[in-house]
């Protein structure tokens, strides 16, 4: 049974660390959403998929985020406390830190027991439709990014298309001119009007021009060729299917301990080190945030983000010599963690008070 400190402490904790998440979240997701609506507009990507990836991706992005700012949320959560002078008033009541620490690690082995079966069962699968959903999304760029009024090249500029009027979503486009040159000889084609189409067998996509001319060679060739066309497709894939590149981390938990390889040992170590690193971190983030009141809850935000930072980058440089097969896999990224254990117990004997030296007779 919770009891009347313990509610106060965990409201907020937790109150500080949904705030954190919330901002941190929307900065990663603007600025994914920046990139991706920079690639729709250079063609390279569908605009009507961008949500949907930004949906995906999130998912990979709150298991980064969740230690992190439960972590910054202790900080400024106790920060403000000792700003209050709160935290002055609970020792003299005599609440000390492992009585700080009994709701705190309660919650820290609630959110971490729930990211741990995040990280290893839902990050991958959704990993791995985020890959898909990209490279489905590259696949069908060329039409959907065609803007009226504007030239747009596809396949390194092999393929030219313009259209002087297109619908709101794509599904047809008018007074349309395409200029291909993955043809022998090259082909220029115009056409009233056009749409897009999919093989329902192959999966393959056209673009099918209605009442046109085709135009195939060069003027003057004795084999230069004029047509004029009721119906007339273009293949715009090169694949029947898009080429699915997956990534270490879509790789499902499973396979993963079947492998035992080094690239797979590293990914498991991995995906055990986020939520490991959220009782790490609070237990790190209770001495780190104490204060003053004149240095205000700010005061140590900086060190602690700081201290993250080196305890982040260390975890990626321990997982790639782990994929290089430089670590033993006994040892692999658990070292780590007693870094951020080391600088709390150093920051635990510094505020100890210490007891004044007899004087030598």
Not at 197 to 212: A, C, F, I
Not at 290 to 310: D, E, H, K, N, V
Not at 311 to 333: D, F, S, V
Request: glycine share 8%.
């Amino acid at each position: 049974m919770l009891s009347v400190l313990d509610r106060y402490l965990l409201k907020e904790v937790i109150a500080n660390w949904l705030a954190v998440m919330l901002v941190l979240w929307a900065i990663v997701v603007t600025n994914r959403l920046v990139r991706y609506l920079g690639e729709a507009a250079a063609g390279e990507l569908a605009g009507s998929m961008i949500l949907t990836l930004i949906g995906l991706k999130s998912v990979a992005y709150l298991a980064t985020l969740v230690p992190l700012s439960l972590y910054l949320g202790v900080v400024l959560a106790l920060g403000r406390l000792y700003r209050d002078s709160e935290m002055t008033a609970l020792a003299a009541c005599g609440v000390g830190y492992r009585r700080l620490y009994r709701p705190l690690l309660v919650l820290a082995g609630l959110v971490a027991g729930v990211l741990l079966l995040f990280t290893l069962l839902v990050v991958p699968r959704t990993a791995e439709l985020a890959y898909r959903v990209e490279a489905d999304a590259e696949h069908r760029a060329t039409i959907e990014a065609v803007s009226a009024g504007r030239f747009q090249e596809a396949r390194g500029g092999r393929l030219v298309l313009y259209a002087r009027e297109v619908a709101a979503d794509a599904s047809h486009l008018r007074q349309v001119f395409v200029r291909n040159l993955q043809t022998d000889p090259p082909m220029l084609v115009t056409a009233a009007r056009a749409r897009p189409e999919r093989d329902p067998d192959t999966g393959v996509r056209y673009l099918v021009l209605e009442d046109g001319q085709r135009y195939q060679g060069f003027p003057g060739d004795p084999v230069f060729r004029v047509l004029e066309f009721e119906r007339h497709g273009i293949r715009m894939d090169q694949d029947a299917r898009p080429e699915v590149r997956l990534k270490q981390d879509a790789v499902p938990t499973g396979e993963l301990l079947a492998g035992g390889g080094p690239r797979e040992l590293a990914e498991l170590h991995w995906r055990i080190a986020l939520p490991l690193a959220v009782v790490v971190l609070l237990i790190l983030a209770v001495p780190l945030s104490r204060t003053s009141p004149r240095q205000g809850r700010y005061a140590r935000l900086f060190l602690a983000i700081l201290l993250f930072i080196i305890y982040y980058n260390l975890l990626g440089t321990a997982r790639m010599w782990l994929e290089k097969g430089q670590l033993p896999g006994l040892i692999g990224l658990w070292w780590v963690h007693l870094l951020p254990l080391a600088a709390a117990g150093w920051l635990f004997r510094r505020m100890r008070p210490r007891l004044p030296r007899r004087a030598s007779a």
